[in-house]
């Protein structure tokens, strides 16, 4: 991570920056504590705008489906601290190419219900199940982003057969971010204590200042800032609750994956910017496939952590090659 990203993270920088409008954020009662379950409150009917299922703590994980339920289904894992809205680009491109295209707010993101427990990667891991058991999904292309990467790891490893056929890790957190004398390359803890100290202090400043920065490589000479792309980062972190957001710095930061990475046996694609200012490039993705039984790695240079947003005109015809490979 760069000095700037790490003066971002300590809540130094500061921007003014005017937003228009608002977001409405749905008021749910916080879940008893207690592990998701592998079942579902809910029967999904074709016709359904707006879904959730219900694990056994009683949260409720809000997902979209769209396309033929009898097309192969992609599933899409977002980033920290964002939504299944930071996949439009990505599941409207496969919609029209006739894939099922699946992807949900994780437990105390977006729509999800706020929770103020079991935000770490066992429990998120279990809520995929849920939703996946909910929909019968089988031989689905699991596909996720920064910590969504983490998400589709700790998840395939324990899938139930024929759930999955493929697994995508992009941008993505493993093996492991923080550093220690067993990742000498990683992160120093106070990289991810800033980013807390931040959150706490001044959230929604917080919430602007990466996306205008490092996440998108904004902060880079030349690069082509998009405005619309910082306020909608900023509408879906808002959208969210600060105490889950504040648990899944941990969570993205301190598990570790290579158990998960030894584990999968699914072809699983790598695909990493290495110009990636967040989860940087050394530390991750060439660790990431050395594990991996099955495993390829896709480096694009010069590309940004948020390249799915910044480059979905290079990103997307990957995916699509790699699923249909």
């Keep these: 991570m760069t000095e700037r990203t790490f003066a971002l993270a300590s809540g130094i920088t500061r921007r003014d920056v005017m937003l228009a409008g608002g977001i409405a954020v749905a008021a749910m009662a916080l879940p008893r504590q207690g592990s998701a379950a592998t079942h579902s409150s809910t029967n999904p009917s074709e016709n359904q705008i707006m879904s959730f299922v219900k694990t056994q703590d009683g949260t409720e994980i809000y997902y979209k489906d769209w396309g033929p339920k009898d097309a192969q289904p992609i599933v899409f894992h977002h980033g920290w601290p964002l939504s299944a809205d930071d996949w439009d680009g990505q599941m409207m491109y496969f919609l029209e190419k006739g894939y099922r295209v699946i992807a949900h707010d994780r437990r105390g993101?977006?729509?999800?219900?706020?929770?103020?427990?079991?935000?770490?990667?066992?429990?998120?891991a279990a809520d995929v199940a849920v939703l996946t058991d909910a929909l019968d999904l089988k031989d689905a292309v699991h596909i996720g982003h920064s910590t969504g990467g983490g998400e589709v790891a700790h998840y395939v490893a324990r899938a139930k057969p024929g759930r999955v056929s493929k697994a995508i890790l992009i941008g993505a957190v493993p093996p492991i971010m923080v550093k220690s004398d067993k990742n000498p390359g990683g992160l120093p803890i106070e990289v991810f204590d800033g980013f807390r100290a931040a959150l706490v202090a001044n959230?929604?400043?917080?919430?602007?200042?990466?996306?205008?920065?490092?996440?998108?490589?904004?902060?880079?000479?030349?690069?082509?800032?998009?405005?619309?792309v910082i306020e909608n980062w900023w509408r879906q972190g808002m959208a969210g609750g600060a105490k889950a957001h504040y648990d899944c710095i941990k969570a993205f930061s301190e598990t570790d994956f290579t158990d998960d990475l030894k584990a999968i046996t699914v072809p699983t694609l790598v695909m990493h910017g290495d110009d990636d200012q967040i989860v940087p490039y050394a530390d991750s993705a060439p660790l990431s496939v050395k594990?991996?039984?099955?495993?390829?790695?896709?480096?694009?240079?010069?590309?940004?952590?948020?390249?799915?947003?910044?480059?979905?005109?290079?990103?997307?015809?990957?995916?699509?090659?790699?699923?249909?490979?």
């Design 109 to 124: 993101h977006g729509r999800s219900t706020q929770t103020w427990t079991g935000n770490e990667m066992d429990t998120y």
């Design 203 to 228: 959230r929604a400043q917080f919430f602007l200042d990466v996306p205008a920065g490092p996440f998108y490589g904004y902060n880079r000479p030349g690069a082509k800032v998009s405005q619309g």
């Design 291 to 325: 594990l991996l039984k099955n495993g390829t790695l896709k480096t694009y240079a010069g590309l940004p952590h948020g390249l799915c947003t910044t480059h979905p005109e290079i990103v997307n015809p990957d995916l699509l090659a790699f699923i249909k490979s």
